[in-house]
């Protein structure tokens, strides 16, 4: 077995081994909180720093000057405002927003680029990831580990045509990134429920009855008694899963279960700091107008009230 064998093998062990049979499995798809901090500016900017420029990042703007904090947001709006225009719009912020908090997915597109674009020509083809990914299943079409190499390199191959928009099987960056991670495009989401269908689908009727909702999150283990928040969930897919009451759940309404049409934090975030910094009342920012109100949107050490603290003692 070589690396890239074992480390899949890892991957997909690690991924059983955490699926301990009275834990709940979530398959459902939702939108991640800005920040974990309380929004009430009345308080403090903490939730509009980490929803402005991801959390980690936020950090690394306390420890700055508030010379260095304009003179890098400055930089940041030059980046937003995508048409060059000026002006940074509520959609322009809103954009920015979801990329900063889904910096991760970006980070990780990177590391895996790496190790596909083996021609270097900054493109990725199908038969370079099928290589990359499959070659040790290519030189040897039965392992002896028992996983279905052929079949999840088919079901890959499928993924990567869809992400592939021009159909020439060779990917772009953005195209990659929407192979990998296809949760995050409007255009993938079909392939996402159709390869959820086949996971938990396990009489390959086309359809997801009770039992194999339930069993796709729970595993009864020889345990007669069922856990609470199983038979909550019996009464959620009766109730609201299964909306046509035939007692499965169809491709419709699958999608309604793991896509969910959630609250856009993110517009709402990106309006509320528009709201808060538009000097003429015009419903677009300007570069001036951001960095008037700086502390808004990113820290420094004069807005880390425990920075101030020690700077306080020590002086």
Known sequence: MDLRQFLMCLSLCTAFALSKPTEKKDRVHHEPQLSDKVHDDAQSFDYDHDAFLGAEEAKTFDQLTPEE????????????????DGFVTVDELKDWIKFAQKRWIYEDVERQWKGHDLNEDGLVSWEEYKNATYGYFLDDPDPDDGFNYKQMMVRDERRFKMA??????????EEFTAFLHPEEYDYMKDIVVQETMEDIDKNADGFIDLEEYIGDMYSH?????EPEWVKTEREQFVEFRDKNRDGKMDKEETKDWILPSDYDHAEAEARHLVYESDQN??????KEEIVDKYDLFVGSQATDFGEALVRHDEF
């Open 164 to 173: 592939d928009k021009d159909g020439d099987l060779i990917a772009t960056k």
């Open 69 to 84: 904090s304009k003179e890098r947001l400055g930089k940041i709006v030059s980046k937003i405002d995508g048409d060059k």
């Open 221 to 225: 283990d020889g345990n007669a008694d």
């Open 281 to 286: 009342k015009d419903g677009k920012l300007t």
